[in-house]
T-cell receptor, first 115, second 115 residues
Framework: GDSVTQMEGPVTLSEEAFLTINCTYT??????LFWYVQYPGEGLQLLLK?????DKGSNKGFEATYRKETTSFHLEKGSVQVSDSAVYFC??????????????FGTGTKLQVIP | GAVVSQHPSWVICKSGTSVKIECRSL??????MFWYRQFPKQSLMLMAT?????????EQGVEKDKFLINHASLTLSTLTVTSAHPEDSSFYIC???????????FGSGTRLTVV
């Protein structure tokens, strides 16, 4: 079945440092890929997405490129802020047998940015 | 954009009682809704998938008689935790989308504490 593997955290960075959170996936079809962010005590928010190979998703300074050849969707940001501290989930959605899009999540990576 | 409202955001109940959690899509019709459970510092575990007007599909290991899911309309799904016990304490999150959604909109989650 489908699976998502992302780097274990926590990741601790100083403000303005460069961020990379690795994510790789396995899927039988042609999935769409996502990054979600969860702030403490809250639900998930969609951060960015890419629906086909070579697409680049971007939002709020974060970027991720859908790499089919390496089955990866690494999250990057050039300069993190304290407000970026959260848990980041890589996910994919694929067409399930019932016809709907089923979402599979990675285990999440906690990011802590210190001033 | 699409908004999913989940209510209540937190609830404390006595062991043996039942608790109902609501998930509403506010500005779109959700043909499919998902219920997840999140344990501390862990990823989201899909509990069940519900399609409007039909019975929910439960993931392996999830007790359907304990976690009752109803998706009676295109804008509302409910999860009822019956005869709750302390081990049911967790963070429950719903998500909703239409059939062609690439990624779903998540509710803000419900923190359930059973005492």
């Amino acid at each position: 079945g489908d699976s998502v593997t992302q780097m274990e955290g926590p990741v601790t960075l100083s403000e303005e440092a460069f961020l990379t959170i690795n994510c790789t996936y396995t899927a039988t079809g042609y999935p769409s890929l996502f990054w979600y962010v969860q702030y403490p005590g809250e639900g998930l928010q969609l951060l960015l997405k890419a629906t086909k190979a070579d697409d680049k998703g971007s939002n709020k300074g974060f970027e991720a490129t859908y790499r089919k050849e390496t089955t990866s969707f690494h999250l990057e940001k050039g300069s993190v802020q304290v407000s970026d501290s959260a848990v980041y989930f890589c996910a994919l959605s694929d067409r399930a047998s019932g016809g709907y899009q089923k979402v599979t999540f990675g285990t999440g990576t906690k990011l802590q940015v210190i001033p | 954009g699409a908004v999913v409202s989940q209510h209540p955001s937190w609830v404390i109940c006595k062991s043996g009682t039942s608790v109902k959690i609501e998930c509403r899509s506010l500005d779109f019709q959700a043909t499919t809704m998902f219920w997840y459970r999140q344990f501390p510092k862990q990823s989201l575990m899909l509990m069940a998938t519900s399609n409007e007007g039909s019975k929910a599909t439960y993931e392996q290991g999830v007790e359907k008689d304990k976690f009752l899911i109803n998706h009676a309309s295109l804008t509302l799904s409910t999860l009822t935790v019956t005869s709750a016990h302390p081990e049911d304490s967790s963070f429950y999150i719903c998500s909703a989308g239409d059939r062609d959604s690439y990624g779903y909109t998540f509710g803000s989650g419900t923190r359930l504490t059973v005492v």
